[in-house]
């Protein structure tokens, strides 16, 4: 993807962010307190657990023990203004199909995982956020003659079960034969291979894997994204306390300068520019 795509991507993406962001209730069943399972306590008693995406280049990837990406700066972010060392966050592998399951389950405290807000989901989580607006694409090989989603009628098109963009494609796309996995990453090699004609899922997400060394020249993002896919921090939908602190937190973190720093340490390494952040339009949790 061009790196001028790539800056109105994000340029016009996080100026939607008036989406609807928190579930109700509180984190004890007693008002919106911050103690008991709330992240406040958790991080008050010195650790916290967030679930990260480990297979997404710029986002979030793993490599050995190690996790970096954007995502991972933002979960950084987060615990510092929770009271936290970010070097106590334990970092915990998570797919499309378990962030809900697992945050419920308690098995994490948080969920940053270019997890998109919607209502489906908030029915069971609570989102703080957004803090960066995608678009669903689709990654294809150089030489492929598709040019957006009406080309898709009997193509092999490939996503991740439990996603956003797997749901549009049931959805919108009838005549699609789609190809589910639970990584991205297997979605990547299967277009490699020639087993899929195209990859869907979010525009940032596919610039990742077409940027890395491996695939250069192999692949290419189209370029027409058919969705705005809003990212937000996914917590226990009673903790309404933790999902109003974290939106403060974000919010600082614009104003300080610090979520700049974070994309331009990752994301923006390649000279795409960090989103105009108006921190103003994120909705607050209620009460």
């Known amino acids: 993807m061009r790196v001028s795509r790539m800056a109105a ?10 989406v609807a962001a928190c579930g109700g209730g509180d984190d004890a069943g007693s008002g ?9 306590g958790k991080a008050a008693a010195g650790k ?36 936290l060392d970010p070097a106590k966050v334990e970092w915990k592998t998570t797919v ?3 962030r809900e399951p697992f945050i419920e389950q308690g098995q994490v405290d948080l969920v940053i995982a ?11 989580v609570a989102f703080a956020g957004p803090y960066y607006v995608a678009g ?56 490699g291979g020639g087993q899929v004609d195209a990859v869907t899922t979010d525009d940032i997400i596919l610039a990742g894997y077409a940027a890395q060394a491996e695939y250069a020249g192999k692949f290419k993002v189209v370029g ?35 979520y700049k720093a974070a994309w331009d340490a990752t994301l923006g390494k390649g000279g795409t520019p960090a989103p105009t952040f108006d921190a103003s339009k994120m909705s607050n949790c209620p009460a």
């Open 136 to 191: 669903q694409d689709l990654l294809v090989t150089t030489d492929s003659t598709i040019t957006g989603p009406a080309a898709l009628d009997g193509k092999k098109v490939c996503s991740v079960a439990g996603s956003t963009p797997a749901k549009r494609i049931k959805e919108e796309y009838p005549k699609v034969a789609l190809q589910e996995f639970d990584s991205y990453s297997k979605c990547v090699t299967a277009l």
């Open 224 to 258: 027409e994204p058919f969705s705005e896919e809003p990212y937000g921090i996914g917590l226990k939908k009673t903790d309404t306390a933790g999902c109003t602190k974290i939106n403060e937190i974000l919010k600082a973190a614009v104003d300080d300068g610090t």
């Open 114 to 124: 270019t997890y998109t807000i919607n209502d489906d989901r908030k029915k069971k």
């Open 48 to 83: 916290l657990i967030i679930g990260v995406k480990s297979d997404q280049p710029g986002l979030g990837l793993q490599t050995g023990t190690t996790y970096e990406g954007f995502d991972i700066e933002i979960g950084k972010i987060v615990a510092k203004g929770l009271g």
């Open 32 to 40: 919106g307190g911050g103690s008991g399972d709330g992240v406040i």
């Open 96 to 98: 499309s199909a378990n």
């Open 9 to 18: 991507v994000a340029t016009a993406a996080v100026m939607a962010l008036s």
